[in-house]
């Protein structure tokens, strides 16, 4: 293959995220990164707003990351879980129970975030199996969800803006409250919890767990909810006895301005996954952590053995990134920097508000959200190139043009970001 055609073999042969093989949208083809830069096959250089879907915290092509990584590779990049074990899946356990609430305290490492959803389904399932309790199968979560593609996940993603309409005669059917509409406690309105309250109590004799992402809604549409919520959530779980899974693969590692999105509702989950920027950007892996409770529960019942284990479990090179990642985290001065992006994004992007396509500007933590009142079609190939004319990286979706970049971006290349976004809404309101 001739270096001119490599896009042209890709548009034929390759399929990215919801794309269409019939009719692929624009791409770029990167050859490096480092920092938050990525640079181009053509040498042009692009300031990440993505951090590469949440997970690139520290930058890319991180020194103590590619050691951590070559140091492993020498030792060995991978071997079977089933029956041995190894130093970086023991330390990364450890560093995980130390960084959480303290009662949980059981981890199960997985290949991807949607597979420790399907994980932490199957812990809430089994779980009341074991008390012989089988008719709790059922799951409760909350409309504008997002967990994943593969099916377990995809049943308790939005039903409107998820996968559901396809593939409705094989997904569980699952219970939907109404999205939160508190944006902070002193506007909470026992309102906003009532009809969950009402599916909790009609439902609990079928409810294995309620499924939630605690305060950020991600891919499902970046929107952010109360704490106050999560509190009303957790006290009614505990009183129809039912487990509450949080999904904190976009948020834990500090996103939301706290190590975990749910210590700022000062609850603690029964189980909780996270994935995404757990080895920094580096490979894919993620964990499911459970209390004392869930996993005694499920081995109380005859072989007691929970139902998964996947070839590639605790990789011990994804491990081992994934330890100094959660290093270089715990060693630096992370709330500042999540501080400090959470400022510089309120001041530079809330004079947007004034935009007419605009319908709200949402920033929390070194989350930034501009959503607009229309909806403008991705596939719009004008954009993507837009986008990389202003040497940034950000990929607009639905009505949203958010960024999330890695911690460590300077002001300087923040302002850029903040500056493109303005004018992708700018472009955008002259053709929607
Ligand atoms: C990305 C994401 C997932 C799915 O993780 P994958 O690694 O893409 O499988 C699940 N839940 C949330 C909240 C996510 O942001």
């Known amino acids: ?36 830069r990525l640079t181009l096959k053509d040498g042009r250089e692009l300031i990440d707003g993505m951090a590469s879907w949440w997970s690139t915290i520290h930058g890319y092509n991180h020194p103590r990351l590619n050691q951590a990584a070559k140091d492993q590779i020498d030792q060995m990049s991978h071997v079977m879980f089933g029956g041995l074990t190894h130093r970086p899946a023991i330390d990364l356990a450890s560093q995980l129970i130390d960084m959480t609430a303290e009662p949980l305290q059981h981890v199960f490492f997985a290949d991807s975030g949607s597979i420790s959803v399907e994980v932490a389904i199957k812990m809430a399932i089994q779980y009341f199996f074991a008390q012989g309790q089988e008719n709790k199968q059922r799951l409760l979560t909350i409309r504008g969800g997002y967990h994943g593609d593969s099916f377990g996940a995809m049943a308790v993603c939005d039903p409107v803006n998820g996968m559901h309409t396809m593939f409705e005669q094989v997904l569980p059917k699952h219970l939907f409250a109404p999205m939160p509409t508190c944006e902070n406690d002193e506007d909470w309105q026992d309102s906003d ?11 609990h004799q079928q409810l294995a767990a309620v499924i939630l992402e605690p305060l950020v809604q991600g891919a499902g549409g970046m929107r952010f909810y109360c704490p106050e ?15 509450l ?41 993620a964990a499911t952590l459970c209390t004392e409770k869930v996993s005694q529960g499920i081995a109380a019942d005859g072989s007691g053995v929970l139902m998964h284990g996947p070839t590639f479990m605790a990789n011990p090179l994804a491990c081992s990134v994934a330890n100094e990642s959660l290093t270089m985290l715990l060693e630096s001065d992370w709330q500042t920097q999540v501080q400090n992006i959470e400022n510089q994004l309120f001041e530079e992007l809330m004079p947007l508000q004034t935009n007419e396509l605009v319908k709200q500007v949402r920033v929390k933590g070194a989350i930034g959200v501009i959503e607009l009142n229309k909806t403008f079609d991705e596939q719009m190939d004008w954009l993507p190139t837009f986008i990389v004319d202003q040497g940034v990286w950000i990929r607009p979706f639905r009505n949203l043009v958010y960024i999330m970049p890695p911690y460590i971006i300077s002001k300087g290349d923040l302002t850029t970001l903040t500056t493109a976004m303005g004018k992708v809404v700018q472009k955008l309101s002259t053709v929607l």
């Open 1 to 36: 293959m001739t270096e001119s055609n490599t896009l042209k073999f890709d548009a034929e042969h390759i399929w990215h995220p919801y794309s269409s093989a019939a009719n692929p949208s624009c791409i770029h083809e990167v050859v490096s990164a480092k920092g938050v």
């Open 193 to 203: 919890i009532a009809e969950f309250r009402e599916l909790i109590k009609n439902n």
């Open 229 to 243: 919520y999560l509190r009303q959530v957790r006290a009614l779980c505990d009183q129809y006895d039912v487990l």
């Open 245 to 285: 899974i949080l999904d904190e693969i976009a948020t834990a590692f500090g996103r939301a301005g706290t190590l975990f999105a749910y210590e700022q509702a000062d609850i603690v989950p029964d189980i909780l996954c996270v994935g995404k920027a757990i080895t920094g950007g580096y490979m894919s892996l």
